[in-house]
């Protein structure tokens, strides 16, 4: 036998001796530089902020504040999540859309936009408002609150309502792959909607001055890819490592909270229920929100929107507390004195002539 050919045997067996061992410490070093930041112990720190929530942040101010009242911001959804063996009573998606709302009515602007009144905790406000009223009562004896030391509660003039109304699964489904000597990779993607409505209504007449509903599409993704091949007649080679990536829910229905916020701005602008610092900036927001909304062909009645009835939503009087009334004084009556009585003369002493007689 050739000693080339022999030679090339022996490599050839040294090489599929050495391949297990080289994909081992592959795979290892795989696991040690992929599997720390996936499993490992992460500390805390700060949602980062989105492209959403930044375009929000920079929305132009208002001529002025507007006062909101937000209550609840509930799931209408209904829907549990998907197991495909057991039950569960979990939520598709989050129920904290209250909290979402107040956060993104508070970034709007970087805080110039709204004065958020939270109504949520209704309840627990008034206890302590009571347990304060019963207190200055029992110890001070003041049986009317003194303004000072607690006021009336600010009312709004607009509610914000609403709710994440829809949350629909397996919108878009796909995925390819391909193999080649044993040798392949396959992905499969899934896509699914989260939409939000919110309105704004008037607190004196009940007139809904402006609603919007959005959409956020919320993507899932998994990569996959595998080796197959004998490497000898009986012994076989088969690698496999995989990619998943989960859109969180909560995320994504945070940002639709975040655009259906920036869209009532724009609306509640167009519509006269507050209006732009800066006129010029408010009229572009106003053209690139109906570009968006109905695309390159813009209807010629969007341009002229009929405005609500109610006017003025906006502007509300504050309660102001009365003053409290002065206690009346005591008065004190002055007891007058009798005048002094003079005494009487004493009579003149008698006679002796009349003693005698």
Known sequence: MNMSILNNCRRAGFLRRLTPIMLSIFL?????????????????????LST????????????????????????????????????????AVTQGGSSMLIKALQDAGERRWFTVLDRSGLQDLIRERQIITEMRRLYRGEEQINPAALGPL????????????????????????????????????????????????????GEVLASVTTQKPIASSAVQGSVFRYIELDKLLEIEAGLTTNEPKYIAVQQAIEKAVMALIIEGTELGVWSFADPAAGRAMIQQYRTEKYGDIIPANATRVAPPETRGAAQITQTQPRRPKPRPRATVRKLERAPKQEAAPAPPPESENETLG
Not at 28 to 48: D, I
Not at 55 to 78: C, E, K, M, N, Q
Not at 168 to 182: E, H, I, K, S, V
Request: charged share 20%; aromatic share 8%; net charge neutral.
């Open 52 to 91: 959403q929530n930044r375009v929000l942040r920079a929305v132009p101010p208002p001529s002025h504040r507007i006062r909101v009242s937000v209550y609840d911001f509930p799931d209408l959804t209904g829907q549990y999540k998907e197991r495909d063996v057991v039950q569960t009573m979990s939520r």
């Open 154 to 205: 600010d009312h709004a003039g607009i509610l914000l309502q609403g709710g994440i109304v829809g949350y629909d699964t397996n919108m878009q489904t796909g995925g390819f792959g391909a193999r080649y000597l044993g040798i392949g990779a396959n992905t499969k993607w899934q896509l699914d909607t989260v939409t939000v409505s919110l309105r704004a209504v008037s607190t004196e007449t």
């Open 28 to 48: 290892a070093g795989c696991s040690e530089q992929f599997g720390e930041p996936f499993f490992g112990t992460q500390p805390p720190r700060l949602v980062e």
